[in-house]
């Protein structure tokens, strides 16, 4: 890499770092951050445009990973600990332990919880399709599906903001629905009777509907249809997540653009909900869990090359751009991990080093977070922006 760009990426990197944490911050608390060090986090940027989450593991995180998810984030999704292979491993046994936890966790220090997931073909036990062996009768599943939801959603009533009720049940192919065993098993209805029992549990929380690709047809008219049909069987849905595991030469904006106006016609919030950007090439498109690839190129154990480092950083300028220019429509946008450590794609669709996020493994702010910042200037910056007054005390005339 040449003497310029590794020049461009140090003098960015060290712009990046001060604009979030502003020159007198290094050394100081949390808890002494002047308001425009505030201002200069994420959160400070943007809360007033949409909130800002991260998919977070466990509670596990060490006081510097907290410090970030406090300081720039208002609501945070579990990553597994809600699903029901971890909620309910075996019919009636519930263990609550590690979810109760993280809601106490982000209650205490003034985060949102968005529950994930109810329902989902992935990480769910196989005792909900079985009868002695043998595969159970719908009545038998519909009424193991809305114990589960019933005793979840139940279990957090007040205590977790909105839902993920159904999970990637769209199909990516020719078909309407997935072929999950939760379609086999009850039929298309079964999305409309969780977010019923959904409903029932807590009258409250808000209710959502979350996939990739849906910005992108036939995925997207496909997700259309399914918020008429829940409508036409009574079923209420409160918004639509766009999970957003998007490729670094493959983000499709325009799609994007027309799936926020295309859902919120229908009366929907829109959501992006597992933001971030993949820089290693792969095969797989979308984000189907099950589709592995084989462990193979490497390329940035060591890091970002610098144009790599400045095309991600462009990516998210542009996708920030278009959040804001919707910003009325757009209730959320959440990050798939906290820094680049903690991402999934580290190990899908195969084993690499990844760096899709906007903090690195050292916890520090990328190029691509000063690029996300610069988006939306400071009330500093507005400030200083406003034209002057003129003699009479009026504003001068802008030039």
């Avoid at 205490?108 to 196989?126: F, K, M, R, S, Y």
């Avoid at 079923?235 to 919120?264: K, M, T």
């Amino acid at each position: 890499m040449t003497s310029k760009r590794t020049a461009w990426s140090a003098l960015v990197a060290i712009f990046a770092l001060c604009l979030v944490l502003g020159p007198e911050s290094f050394g100081e608390s949390p808890s002494t951050f002047s308001q425009s060090q505030i201002e200069n986090t994420l959160l400070g940027r943007f809360g007033n445009s949409f909130a800002l989450g991260a998919a977070i593991p466990d509670t596990e995180l060490t006081g510097a990973e907290r410090q970030l998810l406090f300081e720039n984030f208002n609501t945070l999704t579990p990553e597994n600990c809600m699903k029901p292979e971890s909620l309910q491993p075996t019919e009636g046994n519930f263990n609550f332990s590690e979810a109760d936890a993280l809601v106490e966790m982000a209650r205490d220090n003034g985060l949102t919880v968005n529950g994930h997931t109810l329902i989902w073909h992935a990480q769910c036990p196989e005792w909900f399709f079985s009868d002695a062996g043998q595969p159970a009768g719908r009545e038998l599943v519909i009424q193991r599906m809305r114990r589960h939801i019933e005793a979840v959603a139940g279990h957090f009533t007040g205590r977790v903001k909105s839902w993920d009720v159904v999970n990637e049940a769209i199909d990516d192919g020719d078909d309407y629905l997935r072929k999950s065993k939760w379609l086999t098993s009850i039929g298309e209805d079964y999305i409309a009777e969780a977010f019923i029992a959904a409903r029932k549990a807590d009258h409250d929380a808000e209710l959502y509907y979350n996939d990739y690709n849906i910005e992108r047809r036939p995925k997207r008219d496909k997700t259309l249809r399914l918020i008429r049909d829940l409508r036409r069987r009574g079923a209420p849905i409160d918004g639509i997540g766009i999970q957003g595991h998007w490729q670094l030469d493959h983000i499709p904006f325009e799609d994007i653009e027309d799936a926020i106006v295309a859902f919120d016609r229908l009366g929907m919030k829109v959501m992006i909900t597992e933001l971030d950007i993949d820089v290693v090439a792969r095969e797989t498109s979308g984000a189907e869990v099950r589709r592995r690839e084989q462990d193979g190129d490497d390329p940035f154990v060591n890091g970002l090359p610098d144009d790599v480092e400045q095309r991600l950083a462009e990516q998210y300028a542009r996708l920030f751009a278009l959040f804001l220019k919707h910003q009325d429509k757009i209730t959320r946008v959440t990050f798939w991990g906290l820094h680049d450590g903690r991402s999934w794609l580290n190990n899908w669709p195969s084993k690499r080093t990844n760096h899709p996020l906007l903090w690195d493994r050292a916890l520090q702010p990328k190029p691509a977070l000063s690029a996300v910042l610069a988006i939306k200037r400071s009330k500093k910056e507005q400030k200083a922006q406003k034209p002057s007054a003129g003699e009479d005390g009026k504003p001068a005339p802008e030039t």
